[in-house]
Nanobody, 124 residues
Framework: QVPLVESGGGLVQPGGSLRLSCKVSGFSLDDVAVGWFRQAPGKEREGVSCISAMDGSTVYADSVKGRFTMSRDNAKNTVYLQMNSLKPEDTGVYYC?????????????????WGEGTLVTVSS
């Protein structure tokens, strides 16, 4: 089983919305934190958000606060990233990651596995 499988990427116009999903397997969302990173062409990878295993609390990068919302459905073993008011600078490959237990920030929570990624393109 692949621990993390992303889906939901695509092409959307500026101002639009997308919802990414990350189906997890082999572990419980109550035991391991899960997050999202993204990488735009020619840029460094950026931590977007993270949801803690301990209590489901979330943290976000400043660049997406107020626009992106991360959630989880433990029964479905799936985490989601709802992205609203999308901007061209949100374009990139979005990766689901896992690791650690508590998210103190969106950049480093002891990630030990990365999904294959899903491409998000925001363009008119």
């Amino acid at each position: 089983q692949v621990p993390l499988v992303e889906s939901g990427g695509g092409l959307v116009q500026p101002g639009g919305s997308l919802r990414l999903s990350c189906k997890v397997s082999g572990f419980s969302l109550d035991d391991v934190a899960v997050g999202w990173f993204r990488q735009a062409p020619g840029k460094e990878r950026e931590g977007v958000s993270c949801i803690s295993a301990m209590d489901g609390s979330t943290v976000y990068a400043d660049s997406v606060k107020g626009r992106f919302t991360m959630s989880r459905d433990n029964a479905k073993n799936t985490v989601y990233l709802q992205m609203n008011s999308l901007k061209p600078e949100d374009t990139g490959v979005y990766y689901c990651t896992k690791g650690g237990y508590v998210c103190y920030n969106s950049e480093d929570y002891g990630m030990d596995y990365w999904g294959e990624g899903t491409l998000v393109t925001v363009s008119s």
